[in-house]
């Protein structure tokens, strides 16, 4: 049963990644980072990630199409919470294509740390994820400061490191109940161990929804 779900589910998130790739071809984000953030959220999220990018990731694009020739702002603010949302998915796009490449050459390689490749897993997935969370905020940071170079690094830095410790924490305390209690011997070649990182990387997102809430308070991350 559970790879029957783990399969469905994974082709539910290809295919939401596909629609969304396809509508970002189309109409671009004005945000250029969005264009490759909102596709990768859809690996996680699946169908649920149809919703928010449709509900509110593309309202900018709705409102230009009805008043063609006209260069025009949306005139309704975007409550916090979906600004928190969308910020959320930067540190969440950076850790899911981390953590895809981490754990699948954990796995091809057999490295382990300690005799474990789930140390070896966490070890390589945070330090992926927070290269390419950095990468994604600078491209995030530096337009809307109009800045660049190290001043960008480093506001990507301070912007990302809290966000991302945070997803990592959750999405690291459930993959250490998944090999410790839950099926230990599933590995990176079978769905059903992808389907149990989605839920993982969904919970990492929600752990890191408080962080990037109070960076965005404080001014340390970019209201999107």
């Known amino acids: ?69 006209h260069e025009e702002h949306s005139q309704t603010e975007r409550p916090f919470w979906q600004k928190v949302w969308v910020g959320a998915t930067h540190c969440g796009a950076g850790c899911t294509l981390g953590d895809i490449v981490a754990e699948s050459a954990v796995f091809l390689t057999g490295f382990t740390i300690f005799g474990s490749m789930l140390w070896a897993s966490y070890l390589w997935d945070f330090l992926l994820a927070y290269l390419l969370g950095i990468v994604f905020q600078y491209f995030s940071i530096a337009p809307m400061r109009n800045i660049s170079g190290w001043p960008a690094i480093w506001a990507a830095i301070k912007a990302d490191t809290v966000s991302l410790t945070a997803f990592e924490i959750g999405l690291f305390a459930f993959m250490f109940w998944m090999h410790h209690h839950f099926l230990p011997h599933l590995t990176p070649n079978q769905p059903e161990y992808w389907f149990l990182m989605q839920v993982g990387m969904i919970i990492g997102f929600f752990t890191s929804y408080p962080a990037n809430w109070w960076l965005i308070r404080i001014g340390l991350k970019e209201a999107m």
């Open 1 to 69: 049963m559970l790879q029957s779900l783990s399969v469905w589910a994974l082709l539910a998130s290809a295919v939401s990644f596909l629609i969304i790739l396809v509508d970002v071809v189309i109409y671009r984000q004005k945000m250029t980072v969005m264009n490759v953030v909102w596709p990768i959220t859809a690996l996680y999220f699946g169908p649920f990630a149809l919703w928010t990018y449709f509900g509110f990731g593309r309202q900018q694009h709705s409102a230009e199409k009805n008043h063609a020739g």
